[in-house]
């Protein structure tokens, strides 16, 4: 349905197929992370016209417009995990997954963003903290439209 009404908004008949997208996973065990870094999400599920890198954990822009970007972290049975939603090494949204049972934190947010703009999800803790991967990790964005 969206892509239709980016469709019909834009006059584009493509049904977005052209649109660049990603979806990626965490299916490592559970990576220590220290310091405020990107977490390199290293299953890729969705690779639609580039941008996502694996090696970095970063999302480079490919085109500029409207971006629905999405994350969800979860914690070690028994630990915290921060995190945060960064563009261009600034701190958008922060994200706090609790010690309860491996709590989660989800954040979903729209942004302006121009080619050539890195999105990441990074550590956010001041020291070390353990992330829950196994697939339980994500983070994805698509264009929406100009």
Do not use: W
């Not at 290293?42 to 409207?66: E, K």
């Not at 994200?95 to 491996?102: P, Q």
Request: net charge positive; proline share 3%; hydrophobic share 30%.
């Amino acid at each position: 349905m969206i892509d239709k009404i980016v469709a019909m908004q834009n006059k584009d008949d493509n049904k977005g197929r052209d649109r660049p997208a990603f979806t990626v996973s965490l299916t490592t065990r559970e990576p220590t992370i220290t310091g405020k870094v990107p977490i390199k999400f290293n299953n890729v599920i969705l690779y639609r016209r580039g941008g996502y890198d694996p090696s970095t954990g970063y999302f480079t822009v490919p085109q500029t417009g409207l971006y629905h970007i999405s994350a969800t972290i979860m914690s070690r049975k028994g630990a915290t995990f921060h995190a945060s939603l960064d563009k261009n090494g600034q701190d958008i949204v922060l994200m706090y997954a609790t010690k309860i049972n491996g709590g989660n934190e989800s954040t979903n947010i729209i942004l302006e963003l121009t080619k050539g703009n890195k999105v990441c999800v990074k550590h956010y803790g001041s020291g070390s903290e353990v992330i829950h991967g196994y697939g339980f990790c994500y983070f994805s964005g698509y264009y929406i439209s100009k």
